[in-house]
């Protein structure tokens, strides 16, 4: 995620599609982290890319934008492409501000570490 203009925060108030722009699906497999939707079509990032993952509210993404649960973190990789630092929100429900961040936090920081049980369920 770019560094976002005061008019793009304040329209994120309104609705997060206007600060995640990019919509498409996620799929992890054992070589890669398929993320649709991308610029090219689709980013696909492989064990090694990954440099870093966390769910935390940033000063890009505070608790005041994405609710005030747990469930609301977005979930931030780090990454070695020029994309660099991704922000995603995985199946986020408009109303009640919730993600299935967690659970994909979790299968891909396994998948990282060669663990991997397969993607979370649907």
């Known amino acids: 995620m770019h560094a976002n203009k005061v008019a793009d925060k304040a329209a ?70 020029p994309a660099g630092e991704l922000y995603l929100l995985i199946d986020r429900k408009e109303f009640m501000e919730s993600t299935r961040n967690k659970e994909w936090a979790e299968a891909i920081e396994d998948w990282r570490h060669g663990t991997a049980s397969g993607p979370p369920s649907a």
Request: glycine fraction near 18%.
């Open 12 to 81: 994120g108030v309104l609705s997060q599609k206007a600060l995640f722009r990019r919509r498409g699906t996620i799929e992890l497999t054992g070589g890669s982290l398929v993320l649709s939707g991308w610029d090219e079509g689709a980013l696909v990032l492989r064990p090694g890319d990954v440099t870093s993952l966390r769910r935390e509210f940033t000063d890009l993404y505070g608790r005041f934008l994405g609710g005030l649960t747990d469930a609301g973190k977005p979930l931030i990789l780090g990454t070695t492409t």
